[in-house]
């Protein structure tokens, strides 16, 4: 498998204290034969810098500056330049396993899958670790609708795909939970998903990062519409099981966002969207079999009487 190329496409914004770490850990990996594709956003500290310093040290490396957009711009303007055959992506306050591109390339290629998923290990700045998201602790395969379970955890960063899966998806510049809008697309495209079992993938949990911020603010409403996105996708794909899933995830978010964010001037069109994106998936699971007596009760009480919904719930 050593001719087969995996672009790392690394998006870099003000991370000048993590990047070194980063990307140390993509330069030693245990596969070598690797594109690394460090998109610096307009970075202010001297995280610019270090990408440069680093290409010139390893071949495999390229450097590209670019204006501020934020992480899916980043993403997107990598994937424009990338040439390998698999693609995958790390956050550049992250870092990889050694043998995290070998393992889920060899996953991928031996079982004929478009996705190798690893597991994610959350590390704390003082050092400290614990599992964040471990679907699986030895090589399994899910196929058919069972490909859909990955849908739990839409994070790219811990996920080998198939570059061709990525035709014509992009990630939504200037929003935010990024995977959320596009995850569901390549589960749907991909025919077979391997779990690999490795603790691959190292997610940094700092204060100031994106997903260190308080959660329940404007910000949510994007997660909002991905969630409807998600569902109206599947169900229009025939995937109905997943698609009603993805319904009772809009009503817990739609159930998160009038608990917990507070209506202004600025945010009455996103709660009006929101709530229109909420009557759809509404009807899909209160006239569906599948949902409980209990739970059409409490979608019945969000439509009508959030207030008490609420209290009651």
Avoid at 120 to 137: K, L, N, S
Avoid at 156 to 178: D, I, T, W
Wanted: glycine share 6%; charged share 20%.
């Amino acid at each position: 498998m050593s001719n087969i190329l995996i672009s790392v496409i690394v998006p870099v914004y003000n991370v000048e204290g993590y990047l070194k770490k980063c990307i140390e850990s993509i330069c030693h990996q245990t596969y070598e034969n690797l594109e690394i594709i460090l998109v610096d956003d307009g970075s202010t500290d001297g995280s610019g810098f270090l990408c440069d310093a680093y290409a010139k040290k390893d071949s495999r490396i390229k450097a590209i500056h670019k204006t501020n957009g934020g992480l899916s711009d980043a993403r997107n303007t990598g994937m424009e330049i990338a040439t390998g055959e698999w693609w995958t992506f790390v956050d550049s306050d992250d870092y990889l396993a050694p043998n995290t591109a070998a393992t889920l390339l060899r996953a991928a290629v031996e079982n004929c899958c478009e996705i190798a998923v690893c597991n994610m290990v959350r590390v704390y700045e003082d050092g400290a670790q614990e599992p964040f998201y471990c679907p699986a602790t030895k090589p399994t395969i899910w196929a058919d609708e069972q490909r859909f379970k990955t849908l739990k955890q839409p994070s790219v960063c811990n996920k080998l795909f198939y570059a061709g899966l990525f035709e014509g998806v992009r990630f939504p510049k200037g929003r935010y939970y990024e995977d959320t809008f596009v995850y569901h697309i390549l589960v749907y495209r991909a025919s077979q998903i391997v779990l690999t079992g490795l603790n691959g993938y190292y997610y940094l949990s700092r204060r100031e990062s994106i997903l260190g911020q308080p959660r329940f603010t404007d910000k949510y409403f994007d997660f909002v519409e991905a969630v409807h996105e998600r569902a109206t996708f599947l169900l229009n794909h025939g995937v109905s099981h997943y698609g009603e899933e993805a319904c009772l995830g809009l009503y817990a978010a739609v159930v998160n966002s009038t608990k917990n964010i507070r209506k202004t001037p600025q945010n009455v069109e996103r709660f009006q969207r929101m709530w229109e994106w909420y009557g759809l998936a509404y009807q899909k699971l209160i006239s569906s079999p599948n949902t409980s007596i209990k739970q059409k009760l409490r979608l019945f009480l969000l439509k009508y009487v959030p207030e008490i919904h609420n209290k009651l719930y």
